[in-house]
């Protein structure tokens, strides 16, 4: 079973090159909910490190963009009110 990805710019700590990472949709979700730290890679050093405050509003706008956004049941009700138009 594959888990949805998002795709993110990140940059290298150590030589500012910029490379796109995957993480998953739904750990970026759960991170940002919790306030939990999460952890990127750059893979020209191998470097890991833990999303600044300007990251992980990145991340956020990213999954805005992608109407996945952790509040669910706010779509759900919509999609109700929706169907029960005429
Ligand atoms: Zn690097």
């Known amino acids: 079973m594959s888990e949805p990805m ?3 710019s990140v ?3 150590d030589c500012a090159l ?3 990472s995957e993480m998953p949709i739904a750990l970026i979700a759960n991170a940002l909910l919790t306030g939990k730290a ?3 890679h750059s893979v020209c050093h191998d470097q890991y490190w833990t ?8 991340l956020r706008k990213s999954l805005a ?3 996945l ?4 049941h706010r779509g ?3 999609a109700k009110q929706f169907q029960a138009a005429p």
């Open 18 to 20: 910029q490379s796109v």
């Open 38 to 40: 999460i952890r990127l």
């Open 51 to 58: 999303a600044t405050f300007t990251e992980r509003e990145q």
């Open 69 to 72: 956004e952790p509040h669910s």
């Open 76 to 78: 759900q009700a919509h």
């Open 6 to 8: 998002l795709k993110i």
């Open 65 to 67: 963009a992608l109407k």
């Open 11 to 13: 940059t290298c700590p």
